[in-house]
């Protein structure tokens, strides 16, 4: 059974500053690697997706890496804004019976970005 | 439509009534899922639909949990005599499937219905 772990659980950080959140799994026979974002009483806002063959996706201040062999992901933020203060999930793909893809979550890491 | 709607996006209902959670998935998506969000337990897979099938329910948690969706497009899901333990957020995700098994498919997720159950 697949298992996502995020740390850290929450992350207070001044304005400015970069940083790393970590994501990690235990079955490394993934498909994608998925990080989203959330925000108080809202649904998922999908921000990098790296699929099985790549190992990084970038995107604005945003990258996120993918090493399937030691189950491991992370999602770099540069620069950070008060603006990315939010709640931020990874998900690793694997199949279903049938076969559609099934995304378990992990426990998200709770950033604040302060002024 | 341009996205994955849900709806209604906030429900509150009294113990014991059933629910119906609606989902309409982008337009020409074939992959339907259901995803729960409950405090204390992260977010959950509950079903998979592929067309109007379902291969996978392995997540629905009780027997009063069930789901149909039509004309493979729009997906309903039926809690029936509510608890207090399914107060959760209710999510649809959707994906476009050209095979079984198809790995590189990103998933869609709609807004959510927040279901709070008194």
């Known amino acids: 059974k697949q298992e996502v772990t995020q740390i850290p659980a929450a992350l207070s950080v001044p304005e400015g500053e970069n940083l790393v959140l970590n994501c990690s799994f235990t079955d490394s026979a993934i498909y994608n690697l998925q990080w989203f974002r959330q925000d108080p009483g809202k649904g998922l806002t999908s921000l990098l997706l790296?699929?099985?063959?790549?190992r990084e996706q970038t995107s604005g201040r945003l990258n996120a890496s993918l090493d399937k062999s030691s189950g491991r992901s992370t999602l770099y933020i540069a620069a950070s804004q008060p603006g990315d203060s939010a709640t931020y999930l990874c998900?690793?793909?694997?199949?279903?019976?049938?076969?559609?893809?099934?995304?378990?979550f992990g426990t998200g890491t709770q950033l604040k970005v302060e002024l | 439509g341009a996205g994955v709607s849900q709806s209604p996006s906030n429900k509150v209902t009294e113990k014991g009534k059933d629910v119906e959670l609606r989902c309409d998935p982008i337009?020409?998506?074939?992959?339907l899922y259901w995803y729960r969000q409950s405090l204390g337990q992260g977010l959950e897979f509950l079903i998979y639909?592929?067309?109007?099938?379902?291969?996978?329910k392995s997540g629905l948690p009780s027997d009063r949990f069930s789901a149909e969706r039509t004309g493979g497009s729009v997906s309903t899901l039926t809690i029936q005599r509510t608890q207090q333990e399914d107060s959760a957020v209710y999510l649809c995700a959707s994906s476009s499937h050209h095979f079984p098994g198809q790995r590189n498919t990103e998933a869609f997720f709609g807004q959510g219905t927040r279901l709070t159950v008194v």
């Open positions: 998900a690793a793909y694997s199949i279903l019976t049938g076969g559609g893809n099934k995304l378990t």
């Open positions: 639909f592929q067309g109007n099938s379902a291969p996978d």
């Open positions: 337009s020409g998506h074939t992959a």
């Open positions: 790296i699929q099985s063959s790549q």
